[in-house]
Structure formats: C-alpha cells, structure tokens
C-alpha cells in the first residue's frame, strides 16, 4: 500500500490494520510527489476516458468497467510517447 504522508500515515489504527493483514505501508518523502505521478496520471485519464459522465448503477458494473478500461489501456489504447504502439505492444518490441 503506497500512500503520501496524509491521513493514512499519520492513522496508527489505519497503520495497524494494514500491518495485521501483511500489507506493507510504503511511502513518499516529504516534498516527493513524483512517485505517485505515473499512476495519478492513468487515473487522472481513466476518469476523464471512462468515468465522468458515466452513470454506474452498482459496485460490479463499475468494476467491470475499470477492467474493460484497463485491458484497452495496455492492449489497444496507443500513445505518441510509445512510438504510437500500445503499452504492450511497446514492451513486446523492446524484448524482440
């Protein structure tokens, strides 16, 4: 479990359940957002490609589509920074 120093670090309760459960807590320094970045920027898209203006009605037609969304991100979803190949396709290329 990755988290900044908010309310999660400073929980004991928080902290001590996730200990209880063999979560590990990891965590940012202090100042250090650009750990979090990658994945608040496929968030950040996620919620702008598949969420907002999206009505979901109940907990598992949400999840599936956040897996739907997922899969299109890494298999078809392509990006200029990729040589406009997917992720995968991008890693597959890297590995021939």
Known sequence: FHSDQGWAYQMKA???NLKSNRIYQSMSRKGNCYDNSIMENFFGVMKQEMYYGCVYYSY?????AIEKYIYYYNNQRIKQKLSWMSPVEYRLSQVA
């Open 14 to 16: 928080y902290s001590s």
């Open 60 to 64: 598992e037609e949400l999840k599936d």
